[in-house]
């Protein structure tokens, strides 16, 4: 068994701020790292898309993945047994769950290769109960921000990024262009406790689904009293990391944004899902700007929860590996073994 992981660079169609400092993709460079498990002549692949917010970057990645090589006990001999791998991994790069998830996605795309089938039929979902995904758009102008809704118009749900004193603004002319389309809001921890209930109210003329990450993590009981105050659904994100949080979010929030990234890939998805049931969470399944290698690991288990906000690979210009579908605002994985990659190249 041979671990390796190469770095590679896509290209986002526009340029993409959030409120939060430091987390918007500067310039249109996504640099991405794949991770490939080869093993019995067949490869299996996956993507860490990094995130110096939590902690990681591509540095990080490469250095868990070459820790695999040097200690065969990590992911022992048996590579069906996925669980026991991601737990192992958890256990000793608790740090590290970008890197996990890649050798998470890797290991899945291996097994449905073998066995001849995609990873969703794998884990005994299928692509038909899969819900729509909603749009993203990034902080800019508000005239800028009004063109890409209209650019957008095939997709019944916008996650709009807000958080700055043009918001109000932004979504008069929005909701002029597209009336009937259900609106996200995504603050990304762009305002203080004390101010976010005043500007939830002021925002909720223009009647969002919901509103997320109103106010920097880890700011629990400011989070509870806004979630009891607000008018409007309030789902957490940079608040939701991993398993570990699902609990402590109970009765803070309406809703939680599960990504792969953050939490260590399908493995530790699924144990998200079924705690934020338990917990009476509304569920979404978000992403970073990924490619379709990416993303499709989400899209494998999407029917599972209630909002998707898979379209990472939709706002890159270059996209590589081919590996999703839209179906009007739907995205699916394709009926082909492993992550169905229809383009794999010599990286
Ligand atoms: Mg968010």
Same mark, same amino acid.
């Given at each position: 068994?041979?671990?390796?992981?190469?770095?590679?660079?896509?290209?986002?169609?526009?340029?993409?701020?959030?409120?939060r400092?430091?987390g918007?993709? @500067?310039? #249109? $460079? %996504?640099?991405?790292?794949?991770?490939?498990?080869?093993? /019995?002549?067949?490869?299996? !692949?996956? +993507?860490?898309?990094?995130v110096?917010y939590y902690?990681?970057?591509?540095?990080?990645?490469?250095?868990?993945?070459?820790?695999?090589?040097?200690?065969?006990?990590?992911?022992?001999?048996?590579?069906?047994?996925?669980?026991?791998?991601?737990?192992?991994?958890?256990?000793?790069?608790?740090?590290?769950?970008?890197?996990?998830?890649?050798?998470?996605?890797?290991?899945?795309?291996?097994?449905?290769?073998?066995?001849?089938?995609?990873?969703?039929?794998?884990?005994?979902? @299928?692509? #038909? $109960? %899969?819900?729509?995904?909603?749009?993203?758009?990034?902080? /800019?102008?508000?005239?800028? !921000?009004? +063109?890409?809704?209209?650019?957008?118009?095939?997709?019944?749900?916008?996650?709009?990024?807000?958080?700055?004193?043009?918001?109000?603004?932004?979504?008069?002319?929005?909701?002029?262009?597209?009336?009937?389309?259900?609106?996200?809001?995504?603050v990304n921890e762009g305002w203080?406790p004390?101010?976010?209930?005043?500007?939830?109210?002021?925002?909720?003329?223009?009647?969002?689904?919901?509103?997320e990450q109103p106010i920097p993590a880890g700011h629990l009981d400011d989070l509870?009293?806004?979630?009891?105050?607000?008018?409007?659904?309030?789902y957490a994100d940079e608040d939701v990391v991993c398993?570990?949080d699902?609990?402590r979010l109970?009765?803070c929030v309406?809703?939680v944004n599960?990504?792969?990234?953050k939490?260590?890939?399908?493995?530790?998805?699924?144990?998200?899902?079924?705690?934020?049931?338990?917990?009476?969470?509304?569920?979404?399944?978000?992403?970073?700007?990924?490619?379709?290698?990416?993303?499709?690991?989400?899209?494998?288990?999407?029917?599972?929860?209630?909002?998707?906000?898979?379209?990472?690979?939709?706002?890159?210009?270059?996209?590589?590996?081919?590996?999703?579908?839209?179906?009007?605002?739907?995205?699916?994985?394709?009926?082909?073994?492993?992550?169905?990659?229809?383009?794999?190249?010599?990286?």
């Open positions: 068994m041979e671990w390796s992981s190469e770095r590679l660079r896509v290209h986002s169609k526009y340029p993409f701020r959030i409120a400092p430091g918007s993709v @500067s310039g #249109r $460079n %996504v640099d991405r790292v794949i991770v490939r498990c080869l093993h /019995d002549g067949t490869i299996g !692949m996956g +993507e860490a898309s990094p110096p902690g990681e970057t591509l540095d990080t990645v490469e250095h868990v993945v070459q820790q695999l090589n040097r200690d065969a006990s990590l992911i022992g001999d048996d590579l069906y047994a996925v669980s026991e791998i991601v737990r192992r991994l958890v256990d000793r790069f608790d740090q590290h769950r970008a890197a996990v998830s890649a050798i998470d996605a890797a290991l899945h795309d291996w097994i449905g290769q073998k066995l001849g089938i995609p990873v969703w039929r794998l884990l005994g979902l @299928s692509m #038909r $109960n %899969v819900p729509a995904t909603s749009m993203s758009i990034g902080l /800019d102008e508000p005239e800028v !921000m009004v +063109e890409r809704v209209r650019e957008a118009s095939g997709f019944s749900a916008l996650k709009i990024k807000v958080g700055t004193d043009r918001d109000e603004e932004t979504l008069a002319l929005i909701r002029e262009a597209v009336p009937e389309a259900k609106l996200r809001l995504d203080t004390d101010e976010a209930l005043d500007r939830i109210e002021a925002l909720s003329r223009f009647s969002p689904e919901f509103i509870r009293r806004i979630h009891e105050q607000s008018p409007i659904p309030i398993p570990e699902i609990l109970q009765g309406s809703g599960i990504k792969l990234v939490c260590g890939g399908i493995r530790e998805a699924l144990r998200m899902i079924h705690l934020s049931r338990a917990a009476d969470l509304k569920i979404m399944l978000g992403c970073m700007a990924e490619t379709s290698l990416g993303i499709a690991a989400a899209v494998s288990i999407s029917s599972l929860v209630d909002l998707v906000d898979l379209d990472g690979h939709l706002l890159l210009s270059d996209e590589p590996f081919g590996a999703l579908t839209l179906d009007g605002d739907r995205v699916l994985c394709h009926d082909a073994p492993g992550f169905g990659l229809s383009v794999r190249p010599d990286l």
